[in-house]
């Protein structure tokens, strides 16, 4: 029975070779990719285990395990819906005994990229101990029961979570939840370091150097040895515990992974008893909004139709909501970026940075509509209401967002004199990159993940449509505003009043006319291809 | 509302299915020329998806005034042929002719007249059931008052009234189906295509919508209406077609279609595919 599960997802996995080139060919990457990283980590891993230091090795296997588990357990809560072939909930109407079907999803689990990658990597830095044979055996058990527990607890927290996971309300929150930690990784990270950095030296204004590898040795030694009693570590100390001769606290911390691999096991098994009785509702409580919001406070004709429409989902669609939310954390994200090199110039660069990018993200959004564009299309909508309509949001919203994001960085950063030429250039390159959307999402519709889905999610083998469609807009958009940054810099040179005020003026009154001929372009060209458009989305995966 | 002799003519509603052998657009030369009272009038449509052909030949008249069904197996092509017909699809050969209005040379006018629901699209459904129609009505340029009248209306009647406030997305099947009923008839257009409208939609909203349509019919509109439910357009429609591998094999008034069977026998008799063998013997009890 378990051969089958795997038959299954092998056919499966084929199956998904056959539909596009395209995915064939973002699979193979994708592949490429994973055997080149573990091929690297395993020899790195081999070499200081033969020639370097064998005290590396334990404790650089028992910290990237930890990862390797955290990541197996968190990344499916946050990125729902990315693996669903395999859901529990298709295998109901079967009379499968429980016990098999969960050795039978197990197994499955790890044919995948991610699958296959995690168990050549925990056998593969195993073989450091190539020279204390007895070591290498018991460095090979634990890295099967490190595997056993990243795909039981990853199974186990999935399956337990499923009904909140189901629930629009939570996956709406979590979503942009994720999106925000998923862009403070960066800063946290060069924090941290720096943190870690302060605490080995004692000195931050000494710039570290040759022995910072050296220094921080004892500190990892110290958090791999915590962690290496706990769950998520325990499996992939084995190794190290035996070859320091611990064998009490090799028994100790077989017990921490056994127990960890059966408790997962109970869990998963109980909660899948219970999901597969009691099939996935919806919450029931449906979300509420009283009279109509934005459609009654706009004059009534098709433009403002889609105005009111636009700035509705830009509220309310996490697809939407999770960009804007992003948007406060930018300048400290820049500010972080920038505290290393010790120079303001990302931080001062967000405003600009900001303008351009709200006025990109509204480049894809026939995309986004998917297949509801349909009403507009049997509505017969024209192209100029249509362009408009989209527009107006962002062009009410959008030149007061990148001025307050300007004002806060040059507060930062204390210089007010820079001020003018800032918003000059955030105006300019909102308007012109908002023009080049309202053109481009005519012309240049590729996958998106659907409504309801995790933005995370990008669709399958889209990634090439999105790379040529944003690339070309990128393009476009830099060339377009190549006036606008001309000024600009030479206002932030010359370092002249006169000169600043020279560019809001020029950012302004050049951005309204590319905008308007942008618009008057895309909607030319949205009247040409209207079906058009909608079959294009029909047919997105 | 259209006069006797011109609904004579298109009583008759002319099927000319093109001869299978022939897939090219030479035969369109040959087809009838379009009837302009018709309220939906297509002549020779084609569309082609990669290997498929979805649609071939199709030309078809929906009198003014008639309750128009389109019945067919699954994958037949009737929501590809509504499709070019309504101006969300653009025919490869062929063209669509809704009150005499060339739809896909004059598209906006034709659209004005028309009311569509599509069937297998999404909806903007992070908008409440009220500000979906009120956004329907609004595309259509109506004015305010209108709107809030209409669709005050249409959440009465579609027992819609309690969940008007409720997000779209939040919405069952039945209640989606319904409310994208009330977006395409906001405008009052003087024809409804309307693709499944009664899958999953209750025996109650369905009887109630059936009424709608009835009345809406008897005022002079025209409702076309596909479906794979014999009986209910057997019941509900004057006039039908049978399409079955993009053609139209029959097409008249109801009764002209069926003769002295039942829609249905006649269906299956049209269309073939029934199995007259025993039929999984094991499955009988034992």
Same mark, same amino acid.
């Given at each position: 029975?378990?051969?089958?599960?795997?038959?299954?997802?092998?056919?499966?996995?084929?199956?998904?070779?056959?539909?596009?080139?395209?995915?064939?060919?973002?699979?193979?990457?994708?592949?490429?990719?994973?055997?080149?990283?573990?091929?690297?980590?395993?020899?790195?891993?081999?070499?200081?285990?033969?020639?370097?230091?064998?005290?590396?090795?334990?404790?650089?296997?028992?910290?990237?395990?930890?990862?390797?588990?955290?990541?197996?357990?968190?990344?499916?809560?946050?990125?729902?819906?990315?693996?669903?072939?395999?859901?529990?909930?298709?295998?109901?109407?079967?009379?499968?005994?429980?016990?098999?079907?969960?050795?039978?999803?197990?197994?499955?689990?790890?044919?995948?990229?991610?699958?296959?990658?995690?168990?050549?990597?925990?056998?593969?830095?195993?073989?450091?101990?190539?020279?204390?044979?007895?070591?290498?055996?018991?460095?090979?058990?634990?890295?099967?029961?490190?595997?056993?527990?990243?795909?039981?607890?990853?199974?186990?927290?999935?399956?337990?979570?499923?009904?909140?996971?189901?629930?629009?309300?939570?996956?709406?929150?979590?979503?942009?939840?994720?999106?925000?930690?998923?862009?403070?990784?960066?800063?946290?990270?060069?924090?941290?370091?720096?943190?870690?950095?302060?605490?080995?030296?004692?000195?931050?204004?000494?710039?570290?150097?040759?022995?910072?590898?050296?220094?921080?040795?004892?500190?990892?030694?110290?958090?791999?040895?915590?962690?290496?009693?706990?769950?998520?570590?325990?499996?992939?100390?084995?190794?190290?515990?035996?070859?320091?001769?611990?064998?009490?606290?090799?028994?100790?911390?077989?017990?921490?992974?056994?127990?960890?691999?059966?408790?997962?096991?109970?869990?998963?098994?109980?909660?899948?008893?219970?999901?597969?009785?009691?099939?996935?509702?919806?919450?029931?409580?449906?979300?509420?909004?009283?009279?109509?919001?934005?459609?009654?406070?706009?004059?009534?004709?098709?433009?403002?139709?889609?105005?009111?429409?636009?700035?509705?989902?830009?509220?309310?669609?996490?697809?939407?909501?999770?960009?804007?939310?992003?948007?406060?954390?930018?300048?400290?994200?820049?500010?972080?970026?920038?505290?290393?090199?010790?120079?303001?110039?990302?931080?001062?660069?967000?405003?600009?940075?900001?303008?351009?990018?709200?006025?990109?993200?509204?480049?894809?959004?026939?995309?986004?509509?998917?297949?509801?564009?349909?009403?507009?299309?049997?509505?017969?909508?024209?192209?100029?209401?249509?362009?408009?309509?989209?527009?107006?949001?962002?062009?009410?919203?959008?030149?007061?967002?990148?001025?307050?994001?300007?004002?806060?960085?040059?507060?930062?950063?204390?210089?007010?004199?820079?001020?003018?030429?800032?918003?000059?250039?955030?105006?300019?390159?909102?308007?012109?990159?908002?023009?080049?959307?309202?053109?481009?999402?005519?012309?240049?519709?590729?996958?998106?993940?659907?409504?309801?889905?995790?933005?995370?999610?990008?669709?399958?083998?889209?990634?090439?449509?999105?790379?040529?469609?944003?690339?070309?807009?990128?393009?476009?958009?830099?060339?377009?505003?190549?006036?606008?940054?001309?000024?600009?810099?030479?206002?932030?040179?010359?370092?002249?009043?006169?000169?600043?005020?020279?560019?809001?003026?020029?950012?302004?009154?050049?951005?309204?006319?590319?905008?308007?001929?942008?618009?008057?372009?895309?909607?030319?060209?949205?009247?040409?291809?209207?079906?058009?458009?909608?079959?294009?989305?029909?047919?997105?995966? | 509302?259209?006069? %006797?002799? /011109? *609904?004579?003519?298109? =009583?008759? &509603?002319?099927?000319?299915?093109?001869?299978? #052998?022939?897939?090219?657009? !030479? $035969?369109?030369?040959?087809?009838?020329?379009?009837?302009?009272?018709?309220?939906?009038?297509?002549?020779?449509?084609?569309?082609?998806?990669?290997?498929?052909?979805?649609?071939?030949?199709?030309?078809?008249?929906?009198?003014?005034?008639?309750?128009?069904?389109?019945?067919?197996?699954?994958?037949? %092509?009737? /929501? *590809?042929?509504?499709? =070019?017909? &309504?101006?969300?699809?653009?025919?490869?050969? #062929?063209?669509?002719?809704? !009150? $005499?209005?060339?739809?896909?040379?004059?598209?906006?006018?034709?659209?004005?007249?028309?009311?569509?629901?599509?069937?297998?699209?999404?909806?903007?459904?992070?908008?409440?059931?009220?500000?979906?129609?009120?956004?329907?009505?609004?595309?259509?340029?109506?004015?305010?008052?209108?709107?809030?009248?209409?669709?005050?209306?249409?959440?009465?009647?579609?027992?819609?009234?309690?969940?008007?406030?409720?997000?779209?997305?939040?919405?069952?099947?039945?209640?989606?189906?319904?409310?994208?009923?009330?977006?395409?008839?906001?405008?009052?257009?003087?024809?409804?295509?309307?693709?499944?409208?009664?899958?999953?939609?209750?025996?109650?909203?369905?009887?109630?919508?059936?009424?709608?349509?009835?009345?809406?019919?008897?005022?002079?509109?025209?409702?076309?209406?596909?479906?794979?439910?014999?009986?209910?357009?057997?019941?509900?429609?004057?006039?039908?077609?049978?399409?079955?591998?993009?053609?139209?094999?029959?097409?008249?008034?109801?009764?002209?279609?069926?003769?002295?069977?039942?829609?249905?026998?006649?269906?299956?008799?049209?269309?073939?595919?029934?199995?007259?063998?025993?039929?999984?013997?094991?499955?009988?009890?034992?």
């Amino acid at each position: 029975m378990v051969a089958r599960f795997l038959t299954l997802k092998l056919t499966l996995m084929g199956n998904t070779f056959r539909r596009s080139v395209w995915q064939t060919i973002g699979m193979i990457v994708a592949t490429l990719y994973a055997l080149g990283t573990v091929g690297l980590l395993v020899v790195a891993t081999i070499f200081a285990g033969v020639a370097g230091n064998p005290d590396w090795v334990a404790v650089a296997i028992t910290l990237g395990g930890v990862l390797t588990v955290v990541g197996w357990w968190l990344i499916p809560i946050f990125a729902f819906g990315v693996d669903a072939t395999l859901d529990p909930h298709r295998f109901s109407t079967f009379a499968i005994p429980r016990r098999t079907l969960l050795a039978g999803l197990a197994v499955a689990g790890l044919v995948s990229v991610p699958g296959i990658a995690t168990v050549l990597l925990a056998l593969g830095v195993s073989l450091a101990w190539v020279l204390e044979p007895g070591v290498l055996l018991v460095s090979l058990v634990g890295a099967v029961l490190g595997i056993a527990t990243c795909v039981l607890g990853s199974r186990a927290i999935t399956t337990l979570l499923a009904p909140v996971l189901e629930s629009r309300r939570y996956r709406e929150v979590v979503t942009i939840a994720a999106l925000m930690l998923a862009m403070m990784i960066g800063p946290l990270v060069g924090w941290l370091t720096n943190g870690v950095e302060v605490s080995v030296q004692g000195d931050p204004a000494d710039g570290g150097g040759a022995g910072t590898g050296e220094q921080l040795l004892p500190l990892f030694e110290q958090v791999a040895s915590f962690v290496g009693w706990t769950p998520f570590g325990a499996a992939w100390s084995l190794g190290g515990a035996a070859h320091a001769g611990d064998w009490a606290g090799l028994a100790g911390r077989l017990a921490v992974a056994l127990a960890t691999i059966g408790l997962a096991w109970l869990v998963w098994d109980r909660a899948l008893a219970r999901s597969l009785v009691r099939p996935p509702v919806g919450d029931g409580s449906g979300g509420k909004a009283k009279g109509l919001g934005p459609f009654g406070r706009v004059p009534f004709s098709p433009t403002w139709a889609v105005a009111a429409r636009t700035a509705t989902y830009w509220l309310r669609d996490p697809r939407y909501s999770g960009s804007i939310a992003i948007i406060p954390l930018l300048p400290v994200i820049m500010y972080f970026a920038g505290q290393s090199t010790g120079s303001f110039f990302m931080l001062l660069a967000t405003g600009p940075f900001v303008g351009w990018i709200l006025g990109f993200s509204i480049s894809n959004d026939i995309g986004y509509d998917n297949t509801a564009f349909a009403l507009h299309v049997s509505s017969g909508v024209d192209g100029r209401a249509d362009r408009w309509g989209r527009a107006i949001p962002m062009l009410a919203m959008g030149p007061l967002v990148s001025a307050a994001t300007v004002l806060v960085s040059v507060w930062i950063a204390d210089s007010w004199h820079l001020t003018l030429p800032l918003l000059g250039l955030a105006l300019g390159l909102l308007l012109v990159s908002t023009g080049v959307s309202c053109a481009a999402s005519a012309r240049l519709v590729y996958p998106v993940a659907k409504p309801g889905e995790s933005p995370l999610k990008s669709p399958q083998g889209a990634a090439m449509a999105t790379f040529v469609s944003q690339g070309l807009g990128f393009v476009i958009t830099l060339g377009l505003s190549l006036p606008v940054l001309a000024v600009g810099i030479t206002a932030i040179v010359l370092g002249s009043v006169v000169w600043g005020a020279v560019t809001v003026v020029v950012g302004v009154l050049y951005g309204v006319v590319i905008l308007v001929l942008a618009v008057r372009f895309g909607a030319r060209v949205y009247d040409r291809r209207l079906p058009e458009l909608l079959q294009q989305v029909q047919s997105f995966p | 509302m259209s006069d %006797g002799t /011109t *609904t004579l003519g298109a =009583m008759t &509603t002319p099927v000319d299915p093109n001869p299978p #052998g022939s897939p090219g657009t !030479q $035969g369109a030369q040959e087809l009838p020329p379009h009837d302009p009272s018709a309220a939906l009038s297509v002549r020779g449509l084609w569309k082609r998806f990669g290997q498929k052909i979805a649609v071939s030949g199709v030309s078809l008249d929906v009198p003014a005034g008639s309750f128009y069904g389109l019945v067919g197996p699954n994958g037949a %092509g009737k /929501t *590809t042929m509504l499709s =070019m017909a &309504t101006g969300l699809l653009r025919p490869d050969f #062929g063209t669509a002719w809704v !009150q $005499g209005v060339d739809l896909w040379a004059r598209p906006d006018e034709a659209k004005a007249t028309l009311g569509v629901l599509p069937d297998g699209v999404r909806l903007f459904d992070r908008l409440t059931g009220r500000q979906l129609l009120t956004y329907a009505g609004m595309l259509r340029g109506m004015d305010k008052d209108t709107v809030v009248d209409r669709t005050n209306d249409l959440l009465q009647t579609f027992d819609l009234v309690a969940d008007a406030d409720t997000f779209v997305v939040d919405y069952s099947a039945g209640m989606t189906k319904k409310i994208a009923l009330g977006s395409a008839m906001i405008h009052a257009p003087r024809t409804l295509v309307l693709d499944e409208p009664f899958e999953a939609v209750d025996p109650v909203s369905a009887a109630n919508i059936r009424d709608i349509l009835k009345s809406y019919v008897a005022g002079g509109g025209t409702v076309i209406v596909s479906s794979h439910v014999m009986d209910l357009v057997q019941r509900m429609c004057d006039h039908v077609a049978v399409i079955a591998a993009g053609q139209v094999l029959a097409a008249g008034t109801v009764d002209e279609v069926r003769g002295e069977q039942s829609l249905e026998d006649r269906f299956v008799d049209l269309v073939g595919g029934r199995q007259h063998s025993e039929g999984l013997s094991w499955l009988r009890g034992s």
